[in-house]
């Protein structure tokens, strides 16, 4: 399996927490080494685990932000 390099920018917000104590974050996440990214996924609270999420370009971030008002 290929490495995957990241780097937590911002924390942007938690949105919700498990019973796991593993939380969903809104985060700008550096991914490879590539710009930053609006990144919504499911972390440990080390953040050295994480679930699968969605990334989204400020592009995208700034549609969706539209959608949602």
């Known amino acids: 399996m290929a490495n995957i390099e990241y780097e937590i ?12 104590g ?3 974050e809104l985060n700008k996440i550096s991914w490879n080494g590539r710009p930053p990214k ?3 996924r499911d972390w ?9 999420g969605i990334t989204l370009t400020d592009e ?3 549609v969706l ?3 949602l008002d």
Request: charged share 50%; glycine share 6%.
């Open 22 to 24: 593993w939380r969903k």
């Open 38 to 40: 609006y990144d919504i």
């Open 44 to 52: 440990s609270e080390d953040h050295e685990k994480m679930g699968k």
């Open 65 to 67: 932000k539209k959608l």
């Open 9 to 20: 920018i911002e924390e942007i917000g938690v949105l919700s927490e498990n019973a796991r």
């Open 60 to 62: 995208e971030a700034e």
